[in-house]
């Protein structure tokens, strides 16, 4: 069983009374797709994830010491400079579970003010990026309360508190691969937190391209907890999350021999799999849309006609994320461009790449 009584701060001396740390943290994308969790955020099974570049969330946390502890979190926010009522409740949540192990949290006000570099209800998820970047804001609060914190502490417990927040969350503190949920062939690997994926990878991997095209711009159709939750009893969860596993241990050799077509073939199954796991739960589920369809038969006719290793993958909605090797780049935006950005919704796309990870500012 894992040990998480580390991540627990000792008690100390607040001495830090006011101040504000910036934090922008990336949003990732999963190869191998975590979906399904036990109590306390722990995975049903092992993902791996590109950190991405270019999608980010930049959070800024100013904290001021109270004069006595408040027995409620005392905290504003502001989203792209507005007060946000509504989203405070996830901040609460996400309080809640980390304050056992931050138990300064009560002691401070707060003000949080944060945005994101992708355009509001584009549909791309902002959980990941969002939960990173505040959790490092507040590690960061207790870097300057507890100095002796070494960075391997602070990356690993800033991943273990974005965790708390939003799963996924935890795979976008570093770069460029991430896995988390223990894996019997990757060392290091936790259920608690991310690691930095170990072994060798191929050079066929280095700055890999991730054009997102915004097929739907509209609400998630199911929350990710509700997703997670349709794990739980699901007829064939089991084989999948045995499945996780398989296909973990098979890329270990894909990403150290840089085999495309072996890696393709992992990423879109994953990408289905998720999806067939939805449409197979009960209630059942189709997040894709006529035009996400459109695009993936697209994507296999033009790979087949241009010899490119462009493939697809997805996350729990419309949205199609194109991967891609960088040397392909000109000749795979050309085909996007021409033939794919007329199924986007206002025909909205981002151009994104794989990054190394948050950034204090
Ligand atoms: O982090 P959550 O609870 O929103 O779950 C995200 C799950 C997927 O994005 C669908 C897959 C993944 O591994 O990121």
Same mark, same amino acid.
């Given at each position: 069983m894992d040990n998480t009584t580390q991540f627990v701060l000792k008690q100390?001396? =607040?001495?830090?009374?006011t101040g504000s740390v910036t934090w922008e943290s990336p949003s990732n994308i999963a190869l191998v797709k975590y979906w399904g969790k036990n109590p306390d955020?722990?995975?049903a099974n092992p993902s791996i994830s590109f950190t991405l570049n270019t999608c980010k969330t930049t959070t800024k946390l100013s904290y001021e010491l109270l004069d006595v502890p408040s027995n409620k979190f005392e905290f504003e926010l502001y989203f792209e400079g507005e007060l946000k009522e509504d989203f405070k409740p996830k901040v609460v949540t996400f309080f809640q579970r980390i304050e056992a192990y931050v138990p300064f949290l009560k002691s401070y006000r707060f003000k949080i003010e944060t945005s994101n570099s992708f355009p509001h209800s584009?549909?791309?998820?902002s959980s990941a990026s969002g939960m990173s970047a505040l959790a490092l804001c507040v590690m960061s609060l207790e870097q300057e309360i507890n100095p002796d914190l070494t960075k391997q502490a602070f990356v690993q417990k800033a991943s273990f508190l974005a965790r708390l927040g939003s799963g996924s969350a935890c795979r976008s503190i570093e770069g460029p691969l991430v896995c988390w949920g223990k894996h019997q062939e990757i060392s290091g690997t936790t259920d608690l937190f991310g690691v930095s994926y170990p072994y060798l990878v191929h050079d066929n991997f280095k700055n890999y391209q991730d054009t997102i095209l915004l097929v739907d711009k509209g609400e998630k159709q199911v929350s990710s907890t509700v997703g997670h939750g =349709?794990?739980?009893?699901?007829?064939f969860a089991e084989r999948r999350f045995e499945q996780a596993h398989e296909n973990m241990s098979k890329l270990i050799q894909i990403l150290k021999q840089g085999d495309l077509k072996n890696f393709i073939e992992i990423v879109e199954s994953e990408a289905l799999t998720l999806h067939a796991m939805m449409m197979t739960?009960?209630?059942?589920?189709? =997040?894709?849309?006529p035009n996400t369809l459109e695009i993936i038969q697209k994507i296999w006719k033009f790979r087949k006609e241009s010899n490119t290793h462009i493939c697809f993958t997805l996350d729990a909605g419309a949205n199609v994320h194109i991967l891609y090797p960088e040397q392909e780049k000109d000749v795979i935006m050309e085909f996007i461009t021409k033939e794919l950005v007329a199924y986007c919704q206002n025909e909205q796309y981002i151009c994104d790449s794989i990054g190394n990870g948050a950034d204090k500012l």
């Open positions: 100390k001396e =607040l001495f830090t009374k955020q722990i995975p584009s549909g791309i998820a =349709l794990m739980k009893g699901h007829p739960s009960l209630p059942y589920f189709i =997040l894709m849309k």
